[in-house]
């Protein structure tokens, strides 16, 4: 118990030394257990000689047994909310007028750990361009543990989620770009960080990292056929909606909004015979077509998108333009001159009738044996009856 000193003025003399002692408590001492005993010495005999022991001081965290001056654990200890107490051991005889004596105790609580690590949030978030270099910082998380020492000191580690895209400082928990982002592949990630102590057994906690991915344009738009293909008949009405394109830009907000238009038609024409709406990419003929004059139209299309600068995605189009049968045949001449012996022979060929069909094979020229066969006999005069009686196509 150490040697404590009580000097009293006059008879009573405590011999202890010194009169102030220091003593170490751990914070999860339970109550009851001693912390140190006291003792004083009178050299006044029989019922003067008796001597009681209290406490001043101690916020009733502290008792002392008044007989043996044992001082023991009276209330719960916190090193975090009370490291030290200064108790005023009083030792007092029996006599009349009692006398007594006084002595410091200094008692130190000391760390136990007993606290867990406390993250300044529960949930973080922050936000990271896709195009966002490897190595930036994003921020810094911050947990505080109370306790003393190697108790109290805080490491950081990502536990879960992250997919090797993000790093944490374990000292300083800074939290930066590990690899390569990108916003179409995963818009957001979900971290669960983990603040440890060193303790023995260490204690940890948790908390959630939310990181959104922010969107920069950095896709093209794309058609979704390389080329389109789509036949038309030459009598289709104006106006008429021959088919739509579709282009995906899988950007973000107006950095995936498109927008299409025709750049280049061939066979070129003024007014264009093609109309493509910006918005719907529906293509429409706005100009009659003639399959006689242009059998089929190669267009060239763009898609945009709305980012700053914007981005364009290049198709085509070709337009077959399907003929109808709309055109007669034609005689090569109005009216044809000749002169026949009169005594050609029967069946002999006496002219060749030239007739053309601006449409296409299936619907001309002529196929001879369509061609309708005809009595010219009776269109003929002054011609001797044995002329051949019909003509057909040479």
Not at 70 to 78: E, H, N
Not at 346 to 374: Q, W, Y
């Amino acid at each position: 118990a150490g040697a404590w000193g009580f000097d009293y003025k006059g008879k009573f003399t405590v011999f202890f030394a010194p009169d102030s002692v220091t003593k170490s408590v751990p914070e999860d001492a339970e109550v009851g257990s001693n912390v140190t005993v006291v003792s004083a010495t009178d050299k006044d005999s029989s019922f003067n000689k008796e001597i009681r022991y209290s406490l001043r001081g101690g916020e009733g965290r502290f008792f002392i047994d008044p007989v043996s001056g044992m001082v023991s654990v009276a209330g719960p200890l916190d090193r975090e909310t009370k490291a030290e107490y200064s108790l005023l051991v009083v030792a007092e005889d029996q006599g009349r007028p009692a006398r007594s004596a006084t002595a410091t105790l200094l008692v130190q609580v000391s760390d136990v750990n007993d606290n867990v690590p406390k993250f300044s949030e529960a949930e973080y978030q922050v936000e990271v361009s896709e195009t966002e270099s490897v190595g930036k910082s994003l921020l810094t998380l911050s947990a505080l543990d109370p306790d003393e020492g190697v108790n109290g000191r805080v490491t950081y580690n990502i536990f879960q989620g992250g997919e090797g895209r993000f790093f944490i400082d374990p000292v300083s928990g800074m939290v930066s770009v590990a690899g390569p982002l990108d916003r179409e592949t995963k818009a957001e990630y979900s971290l669960l960080v983990v603040a440890e102590d060193q303790g023995r057994p260490a204690r940890s906690a948790t908390a959630t990292l939310l990181v959104q991915v922010s969107d920069v344009n950095d896709n093209v738009p794309k058609f979704s056929e390389a080329e389109y293909q789509v036949e038309v008949s030459e009598t289709e009405s104006v106006g008429k909606s021959l088919l739509t394109l579709s282009a995906l830009d899988p950007d973000e907000g107006v950095n995936g909004r498109v927008t299409y238009n025709i750049f280049q038609q061939s066979p070129s024409s003024d007014p264009a015979v093609f109309e493509l709406d910006s918005s719907s990419g529906t293509l429409r003929l706005v100009q009659a077509l003639d399959h006689n004059e242009v059998k089929e139209y190669s267009l060239k299309v763009q898609a945009s998108d709305g980012g700053s600068p914007s981005l364009v995605g290049n198709g085509s189009v070709v337009v077959k333009v399907k003929d109808v049968n709309n055109n007669p045949p034609e005689f090569s001449k109005e009216r044809y001159d000749l002169a026949v012996p009169e005594n050609l022979a029967s069946g002999a060929s006496i002219l060749t009738l030239e007739v053309t069909d601006k449409d296409e094979v299936s619907h001309g020229p002529c196929d001879p044996a369509a061609v309708e066969r005809i009595n010219i006999s009776e269109h003929l005069e002054g011609i001797s009856s044995n002329l051949p009686s019909t003509w057909t196509q040479g």
